[in-house]
């Protein structure tokens, strides 16, 4: 309880998943219900849905190999939607932020294939390998990396 205090509540943060995949719609037919279900899913807390900004691919990210049979099995038989999974190599996703809109710019045209947004449209740069994570910090000092979806925008 507090008197007089404005609280802003963040919310309850996303961590960076463990295990990535792309998602393919199995059925084009029921397109709409496997939407649906992805983002219902997402919003439990199952895992995360990342949107690639280069060409518009899903990835689900999970922190075990469990939870996308799990998806797999609800989305079939609470939304009657079926899909696949392709494996990709993937080390980390962080979410980026920088007060600077210029280097922000730069990081966006130079990076434009590592980056995906998340369910709640926030930026997440999609490292392969922590060589290359490293290696965008470098080169892009004005830019924040975060491991959880937790920061003020």
Same mark, same amino acid.
């Given at each position: 309880?507090?008197?007089?205090?404005?609280?802003?509540?963040?919310?309850?943060?996303?961590?960076?998943?463990?295990?990535?995949?792309?998602?393919?719609?199995?059925?084009?037919?029921?397109?709409?219900?496997?939407?649906?279900?992805?983002?219902?899913?997402?919003?439990?807390?199952?895992?995360?849905?990342?949107?690639?900004?280069?060409?518009?691919?899903?990835?689900?990210?999970?922190?075990?190999?469990?939870?996308?049979?799990?998806?797999?099995?609800?989305?079939?038989?609470?939304?009657?939607?079926?899909?696949?999974?392709?494996?990709?190599?993937?080390?980390?996703?962080?979410?980026?932020?920088?007060?600077?809109?210029?280097?922000?710019?730069?990081?966006?045209?130079?990076?434009?294939?590592?980056?995906?947004?998340?369910?709640?449209? $926030?930026?997440?740069?999609?490292?392969?390998?922590?060589?290359?994570?490293?290696?965008?910090?470098?080169? $892009?000092?004005?830019?924040?990396?975060?491991?959880?979806?937790?920061?003020?925008?």
């Amino acid at each position: 309880m507090t008197e007089g205090e404005k609280l802003k509540f963040k919310g309850i943060p996303s961590f960076s998943p463990e295990q990535f995949r792309y998602v393919n719609n199995t059925d084009p037919m029921k397109t709409k219900q496997l939407a649906k279900g992805l983002n219902e899913l997402m919003d439990e807390g199952v895992a995360q849905l990342f949107t690639k900004e280069d060409n518009g691919r899903k990835i689900i990210g999970t922190v075990g190999a469990l939870q996308f049979e799990v998806i797999q099995h609800r989305l079939l038989h609470e939304y009657g939607a079926s899909c696949s999974y392709e494996p990709m190599s993937m080390h980390k996703a962080c979410w980026v932020k920088c007060d600077d809109p210029l280097a922000m710019k730069e990081f966006e045209q130079r990076r434009k294939k590592d980056l995906a947004t998340d369910k709640d449209g $926030h930026l997440v740069f999609m490292a392969e390998s922590a060589w290359m994570l490293k290696m965008a910090q470098e080169n $892009h000092p004005k830019v924040q990396f975060y491991f959880t979806s937790e920061m003020d925008y």
